[in-house]
């Protein structure tokens, strides 16, 4: 049975920084990426990466403060979200490919998916 377990979120001040983590259990992960919603608001794409690590997409609006990367002897992978927002206030979801192929920028590109983990910055 397929699982993805996100962990990380929590309260922060604006400015700060939160690490997530995507653990996939029941078999090996292709392209990964994060998405996160606000309420009210449809999902919206935040970062993918390959299965390699060498090819790494980010939405405009977290580019030069988040970072995204894997491990795949833990098919793990991580967001390092820097420099934290008011407007970031979301559930970050992770998903996930199990075959072969380019990151996607959109949710349909993605076969499993997270529970999500609620990231809250404050003024």
């Known amino acids: 049975q397929v699982q993805l377990v996100e962990s990380g979120g929590g309260l922060v001040q604006a400015g700060g920084s939160l690490r997530l983590s995507c653990a996939a259990s029941?078999?090996?992960?292709?392209?990964m990426a994060w998405f996160r919603q606000a309420p009210g608001k449809e999902r919206e794409f935040v970062a993918a990466i390959s299965w390699t690590g060498g090819s790494t997409y980010y939405a405009d609006s977290v580019k030069g403060r988040f970072a995204i990367s894997r491990d795949n002897a833990a098919n793990t992978v991580y967001l390092q979200m820097n420099s934290l927002k008011p407007e970031d206030t979301a559930v970050y979801y992770c998903?996930?490919?199990?075959?072969?192929?380019?990151?996607?920028?959109?949710?349909?590109?993605?076969?499993?998916w997270g529970q999500g983990t609620q990231v809250t910055v404050s003024s």
């Open positions: 029941g078999r090996s992960m292709y392209a």
């Open positions: 998903g996930a490919k199990p075959t072969p192929g380019p990151p996607s920028t959109r949710d349909r590109g993605y076969d499993y």
